[in-house]
């Protein structure tokens, strides 16, 4: 689920929401005694994380590209 930011045009509070990104645009404040609108604001996103033991380049090699690479392989050692 992505994460948003927000900012209050009225009392100029920064915020983030955790939201479907089906979910509506937030419109008012949080803060109940606040009640001003939100504008969403433009975010950088967040880098792709990799858990694991490990993830290799060639972990996801097309079937065109092991075919060449054993062709190659096979060549090398008979020279």
Do not use: H, W
Not at 8 to 29: A, N, R, Y
Not at 57 to 75: I, P, V
């Amino acid at each position: 689920m992505p994460n948003y930011d927000y900012r209050c045009q009225k009392c100029d509070t920064v915020f983030e929401v955790f939201q479907k990104m089906s979910d509506q645009k937030l419109e008012t404040c949080p803060d109940q005694s606040c009640a001003g609108q939100v504008k969403r604001l433009l975010g950088t996103g967040s880098g792709v994380i990799f858990k694991g033991t490990g993830f290799y380049q060639t972990d996801y090699r097309s079937d065109s590209y092991k075919k060449g690479a054993s062709k190659d392989s096979g060549n090398s050692k008979k020279d």
